[in-house]
């Protein structure tokens, strides 16, 4: 259903049982949720889907080890239930990750940690082999029943420093655990949406579009692209918009209605690193470290380089956050400071992201104390529908979050729930299979297209490149100056994704960008075939080309000038490690329900 069938189909039937307002990870797991119940449900997104914080977060899928600390255990427990259950559902892009803590003290952060549990305290501190150990043990402790992945482990000094020969001499000894990665977090979030569309003519979805008061106690929904507008009547109303729930509260209420602020969200930035010598340090490991500052910092091999960050600075105003200069030396001060002997010039930085976390609105003055968990409430306003507003969250338990604003509009409506998503596959992980070195040969026979291109579709997208493999092999393809990828494959990205920009697709609907192989070239090539598609006149074109260059430099650090210089480095382009230990899909795959006998070494 494209987006004119949509506008016509509630021209013609204006009553939702639901409007989701917000298509970022959460909107999109409420709207699944509630479209695989069966319900009448409309999700708008205003910019892209998974554009904001669900497209800028550090690419972890973890229990959050450090939240122990403020005592959010039944967070922790949630965390690790739904990151275990991501490993199973999405094998094509969750991995195991395995996490180095480097260890500088012995006792440190005990009596800090203690008060800061009890809520005495706020101001972070460093956490020696002690604490550490405490935490890696309840980590352990809360995972045992279903024991995916190792336990941890400590190594001394010697040990570590074997391992690891470029950390900072000074440290004392190491600890080892296992989280998870998310390749690409954005395709996740499409991969839900089609989910959810999938339940049927009822569940509809528009990004680029934007829900508000008509003034008179209605709604309409307004057509970002096309300019139209039709009103609905919704039966109840989620905002699930993160950073910009009391934004948009405040389209949907008058001044006197309004409810008080619900959101207080912190940014943090993250640097993608293009040196070698980094990558080679880490070993295939995350390193989990403190600053000098006590802040938590991470890096780990991402797509052929290495992923750094992170800060954590309040901010209001989340629409136009970007990596400060600030950011950058703090980032990398951190790092000089865990490997002292890597140096990292300006130009391998290829790629920096920032994004709001959804924290509650809270007056601590230290943002670490701020709680990471997630609620729900109702708001109510005579003369319109309850509106329940999404508060909160981490990328891992988005399920979870989902799961429960769900159960609480299915109460309000008084409708109930036909099934589960707990151990639903998602996207690509449908029919994952065990031997992914036959599924290739077998889609290689059907299609035509050599093995080793269905290898890299498989790697991208799991069991959902069997379509779009199909697509390529059925009409001429022609390479892009990128190698891996071709000109149908950005066709069928762009007829079935909801692409409606050219970030859409660079940013977002593929990893060309963060992984620092997009060239000017390339962008130019993408752009001709979105063009091509919509249909757009020259000045269109040169606006949105424009518009593209400015965002990247702006937003990504990404100049005109680098893109240009990639031009001549088509040939460094080739198949790339992916991540952690250079894991094959074949790694990655984890034990099914019951099998308790294949576990990631």
């Known amino acids: 259903m494209n987006r004119e069938e ?50 800028a977060l550090s690419r972890m899928v973890h229990g959050g080890l450090r939240y122990l600390e403020n005592g959010e255990f039944n967070l922790v427990r949630e965390s690790l239930v739904e990151r275990d259950r991501l490993l199973r559902n999405a094998p094509h892009l969750i991995a195991p990750l395995p996490t180095m803590v480097p260890v500088f003290d012995v006792f440190s952060g005990l009596a800090n940690g203690v008060v800061r549990f009890l809520g005495l305290g706020r101001k972070p501190s460093r956490r020696g082999a002690i604490a550490i150990k405490a935490g890696l043990s309840i980590y352990d402790f809360l995972t045992r029943k279903r024991a995916l992945m190792p336990r941890h482990r400590f190594r001394g000094r010697r040990g570590t420093l074997a391992k690891w020969p470029k950390l900072n001499p000074v440290i004392k000894s190491s600890a080892t655990y296992y989280d998870a990665w998310v390749r690409q977090p954005e395709r996740i ?58 934004i948009a509260n405040a389209r949907l209420f008058s001044p006197e209605t309004r409810p008080a602020p619900l959101m207080g969200g912190t940014k943090g930035s993250h640097l993608i690193i293009d040196n070698a010598e980094l990558s080679k340090a880490l070993d295939g490991h995350m390193i989990y470290y403190e600053n000098e500052d006590g802040r938590v910092c991470i ?142 040969a077998r889609m290689s026979s059907a299609t035509g297209l050599a093995p080793a291109r269905i290898s890299e579709l498989f790697e991208r997208y799991g069991t959902a490149a069997a379509p779009i493999a199909g697509f390529i ?67 269109l074109k040169a606006a949105e080309r424009s518009r593209f260059l400015d965002l990247l430099a702006v937003r990504h650090g990404v100049g005109l000038e680098t893109l240009t210089a990639r031009n001549e480095q088509g040939v460094r382009y080739a198949k790339q490690p992916q991540g952690p230990d250079e894991p094959t899909v074949r790694q990655r795959a984890l034990p099914r329900r019951g099998d308790r006998s294949r576990r990631v070494q």
């Open 6 to 55: 949509i506008f016509d189909g509630l021209r013609r039937s204006p009553k939702v049982d639901v409007c989701v307002m917000g298509g970022g990870i959460n909107g999109i797991s409420v709207f699944r949720e509630l479209a695989l119940q069966g319900l009448n449900v409309l999700l708008v997104e205003k910019s892209d889907y998974c554009s904001g914080a669900s497209s």
């Open 189 to 246: 979030g499409i991969e839900l949406l089609q989910d959810g569309l999938s339940a049927g003519p009822g569940a509809r979805a528009l990004n680029y579009a934007e829900l508000r008061s008509n003034g008179t106690g209605g709604f309409i929904v307004q057509d970002l692209v096309g300019g139209t507008t039709t009103a609905i009547e919704p039966a109840l109303i989620i905002n699930a918009t993160g950073g910009w729930i009391d």
């Open 299 to 440: 890096l780990f091999p991402y797509l052929g380089k290495v992923l750094v960050g992170s800060t954590d600075i309040r901010i209001d105003d989340p629409a136009n956050v970007v990596c400060t200069p600030d950011e950058r030396d703090y980032i990398l001060q951190s790092l000089a400071f865990v490997l002292p002997d890597i140096q990292i010039r300006p130009e391998e930085i290829v790629y920096q992201f920032s994004g709001v976390r959804p924290l509650p609105a809270s007056k601590d003055k230290f943002t670490g104390r701020i709680p990471r968990d997630h609620f729900c409430t109702f708001i109510e306003s005579d003369g319109i529908p309850a509106v329940l507003c999404m508060i909160g969250g981490k990328w891992t338990t988005f399920r979870s979050f989902g799961e429960l604003a769900a159960d609480m509009a299915l109460g309000r409506l008084q409708r109930i729930r036909h099934l589960t998503t707990a151990d639903r596959p998602i996207g690509g992980g449908h029919a994952f299979p065990a031997d992914t070195g036959d599924w290739i």
């Open 473 to 539: 092999a059925s009409g001429a393809d022609e390479p892009v100056p990128v190698a891996g990828y071709s000109t149908r494959e950005m066709l069928f990205l762009i007829r079935h994704e909801c692409v409606e920009h050219l970030d859409d697709l660079l940013l977002r609907r593929t990893t060309l960008a963060i992984s620092g192989q997009l060239s000017l070239d390339m962008t130019n090539v993408a752009l001709e075939l979105i063009s091509d598609e919509k249909h757009w006149s020259s000045a």
